[in-house]
Structures are given as C-alpha cells and as structure tokens.
C-alpha cells in the first residue's frame, strides 16, 4: 500500500499528542464540505438503483453525456490498467502516486515523467497518464494543448497500428479489455481537484481516447463517501462498469451526492471561498519564506531540501503536512477557519525560527 494524507491516526500514536489536538492540513480535502442531510431510511434498506437521480445530476454537473459513478476516482484508478493489454504508459511525476502503481501492478511497462516532458514525448506512449491540476505541483496544462496532443496521438496510433510490433507481448488471458477499443491510444486525465475552476475540465470534450476522472471527495469534502466518476466514451465505460461489478456506490452515497452535484448556490460560493482561502494559505507560507513552488485551490507545494525535518517540527506542535520525497517537498492543505490560520502562522513561525 502506498503512503498517502490523512493518516491521523498514526500521527496520534508517533507523536502521542491527543486526536482533538490534531490541525490536519495533510490532504487536499476541501475543509468546508458540503453540508451532508438526514439520509432517507429507505437508502440504506434498498439495494440501490442506477436509475436514481445520480445519473442526470452528475451529467449535468460535469456536461458530459457519458459517465460512470466509481466508489471513488481510486476505483477506476485501479482497475482502468486491466482494460488494455499490456502497454506502454507514461505517467507524470511527481503525481498521485496510485496511478504509475496500478499500471505497474496490472503488468504494463510504465516510466514516469515530469509534466513537461510528459507532454513533449507523450507520441512515444501506447497510454499517457496526468493530473490536472497535478497533485501536488498544481500544474494544469492547458485543455487546447491536451486535445490537440490526443488528436495526435491518434493518427500516431492509427498509423503504427499497421506496423508490426518489434516487442513480443507476453501472453495473456482474455479480459474486459476485449469489449473496450484496446489498440488505440489513451490519455487518461485525473481531474480531481479541478472543481473549483469547472470551465477549464476536459469533461465536456471527451471523445474515444480520452478519459477523464471527477471525484467527488475534494471538492465537496466528502472523502468518506467514496464517490467519483469516469468521464469517457461508451465502449470504455462499458467495459469498466463489467469490471466494477453492480453496486458501486452505496445508497446513502448515491442519495447524497446527487444532491451535492445539483446544488449550484453551493458550488458558486465554494468555489469563491477556496479561492481566497488559497491566496491567504499562498501569502501565509511566503510571510515564512515558504513562498509556494506550486498549488491549487485545494493545497500549496513547497520543494524544501528539509522538508522531511519541518514536516517532523510541524507534527511536534500537532499540525499534519504532507511530505513528499522525490523531491523533497511539503504539501499543505487548506486551515479551515482563522482559528487554524493563526495556529499555522504560530508554529511556522517557532518551527522556523
Ligand atoms: C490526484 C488524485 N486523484 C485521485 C485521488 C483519489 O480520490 P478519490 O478516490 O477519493 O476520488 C486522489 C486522492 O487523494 C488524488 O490526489
């Protein structure tokens, strides 16, 4: 299993400092959630039906015709790799570190590149794989860019697709790939944190090749919901959904985040408050010469060569932040309240002194 935020409870156990104790800044969770209502008995006794109110919702929220609900955009993380053959597949890094892990997993041959030179030698790839914005740098290539690169892609593929492979594949049972259009290439865009700027998503533009990933605990904050979804084309989201199996999503879930997806008041004004929380947690790290590498509207990123000794100081005084390795990096996630604001200020202030 691989290392990810929001581990509080080994935090507590490191450094025994009591959990109400803890200031946890060490996912990209949106700290203002969207604010969860009573839950109709009936969704959690019925066996929940995808004929609900999810589907239409989650169209209309991303603009796009063709979705899948996953328990999570982990889900599809995980089992996207096992649609294809085995492949070759580029993924950016450093980046949500689950994706090269599944692709390596599922037997693909899987190199790993910063985000430029994903781009400029992303021809070379049977799949390309990217965030955007990436976590944690917060680079978001821009969606004409990405188009046109698929659009390349494309004939690229098109065009070798004729010629005979020098690589011998190993061989290979038949799996769910085979109803999928497996030989063409794919860019895969995990669009997770994207939701505070939704004009900018690749959702309402998939076509065959492009798939793209929403979830649904960033934005929203409801990471424990487990939801997300697959923007993609029919075949592909056929093919996944046969992986899946039935029952995805719970009922509760499905009951609530359709009514998250619709409720527009609420993303407008969360939107603006991320923004400004983003822009004060931006200018707070820079007051400390912290002064952001990299973020979003979810977290900032700071490359640091002692990252690793302030992550262990800020855990001291009972905040928790993301540290990255390669390279050595902090991440910091949203104070929810000037409460958590002031305590930030006050423990970079004594941890860098
Ligand atoms: C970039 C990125 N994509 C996908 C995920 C998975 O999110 P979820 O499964 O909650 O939708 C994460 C989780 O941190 C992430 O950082």
């Given at each position: 299993?691989?290392?990810?935020?929001?581990?509080?409870?080994?935090?507590?156990?490191?450094?025994?400092?009591?959990?109400?104790?803890?200031?946890?800044?060490?996912?990209?969770?949106?700290?203002?959630?969207?604010?969860?209502?009573?839950?109709?008995?009936?969704?959690?006794?019925?066996?929940?039906?995808?004929?609900?109110?999810?589907?239409?919702?989650?169209?209309?929220?991303?603009?796009?015709?063709?979705?899948?609900?996953?328990?999570?955009?982990?889900a599809?993380?995980a089992?996207?790799?096992?649609?294809?053959?085995?492949?070759?597949?580029?993924?950016?890094?450093?980046?949500?570190?689950?994706?090269?892990?599944?692709?390596?997993?599922?037997?693909?041959?899987?190199?790993?590149?910063?985000?430029?030179?994903?781009?400029?030698?992303?021809?070379?790839?049977?799949?390309?794989?990217?965030?955007?914005?990436?976590?944690?740098?917060?680079?978001?290539?821009?969606?004409?860019?990405?188009?046109?690169?698929?659009?390349?892609?494309?004939?690229?593929?098109?065009?070798?697709?004729?010629?005979?492979?020098?690589r011998?594949?190993?061989?290979?049972?038949?799996?769910?790939?085979?109803?999928?259009?497996?030989?063409?290439?794919?860019?895969?865009?995990?669009?997770?944190?994207?939701d505070?700027?939704?004009?900018?998503?690749?959702?309402?533009?998939?076509?065959?090749?492009i798939?793209?990933?929403?979830?649904?605990?960033?934005?929203?904050?409801?990471?424990?919901?487990?939801?997300?979804?697959?923007?993609?084309?029919?075949?592909?989201?056929?093919?996944?959904?046969?992986?899946?199996?039935?029952?995805?999503?719970?009922?509760?879930?499905?009951?609530v985040?359709?009514q998250?997806?619709?409720?527009?008041?609420?993303?407008?004004?969360?939107?603006?408050?991320?923004?400004?929380?983003?822009?004060?947690?931006?200018?707070?790290?820079?007051?400390?010469?912290?002064?952001?590498?990299g973020?979003?509207?979810?977290?900032?990123?700071?490359?640091?060569?002692?990252?690793?000794?302030?992550q262990?100081?800020?855990?001291?005084?009972?905040?928790?932040?993301?540290?990255f390795?390669?390279?050595?990096?902090?991440?910091?996630?949203?104070?929810?309240?000037?409460?958590?604001?002031?305590?930030?200020?006050?423990?970079?202030?004594?941890?860098?002194?």
């Amino acid at each position: 299993m691989l290392e990810h935020g929001g581990r509080l409870g080994r935090a507590v156990r490191d450094y025994g400092i009591p959990r109400e104790a803890w200031l946890d800044l060490s996912t990209g969770v949106s700290p203002h959630a969207w604010p969860v209502p009573p839950i109709p008995p009936a969704a959690w006794h019925r066996l929940p039906e995808d004929d609900d109110a999810l589907l239409e919702a989650a169209r209309t929220y991303y603009g796009a015709r063709h979705v899948l609900p996953v328990a999570g955009s982990q889900a599809a993380i995980a089992a996207l790799p096992r649609l294809r053959p085995p492949s070759r597949v580029a993924v950016v890094q450093p980046g949500y570190a689950e994706h090269a892990h599944a692709w390596r997993q599922a037997g693909h041959d899987v190199v790993t590149l910063p985000m430029d030179a994903l781009l400029a030698r992303a021809g070379e790839f049977d799949v390309v794989v990217l965030i955007r914005p990436n976590n944690p740098t917060g680079d978001c290539p821009d969606m004409e860019a990405l188009l046109a690169l698929q659009t390349r892609a494309v004939s690229v593929g098109a065009a070798s697709a004729a010629i005979p492979r020098q690589r011998a594949r190993p061989p290979r049972a038949p799996t769910a790939a085979e109803t999928a259009p497996t030989g063409k290439p794919w860019l895969v865009v995990d669009e997770a944190f994207i939701d505070g700027r939704p004009e900018q998503s690749l959702a309402p533009h998939v076509r065959e090749g492009i798939i793209v990933l929403r979830s649904v605990g960033k934005f929203f904050g409801l990471a424990g919901a487990r939801a997300g979804f697959v923007v993609a084309w029919p075949g592909l989201l056929d093919a996944l959904a046969e992986t899946l199996g039935p029952w995805t999503l719970t009922g509760p879930t499905r009951h609530v985040v359709a009514q998250a997806l619709s409720d527009r008041t609420w993303h407008a004004s969360a939107r603006i408050r991320l923004r400004e929380d983003s822009s004060r947690l931006a200018n707070l790290l820079t007051k400390h010469g912290l002064s952001p590498s990299g973020g979003c509207e979810f977290f900032h990123y700071r490359v640091h060569a002692e990252a690793c000794a302030l992550q262990h100081a800020l855990a001291e005084q009972a905040i928790l932040v993301r540290h990255f390795d390669n390279p050595q990096a902090l991440r910091f996630g949203l104070p929810g309240d000037d409460e958590a604001f002031a305590r930030l200020d006050r423990a970079l202030a004594a941890v860098l002194a």
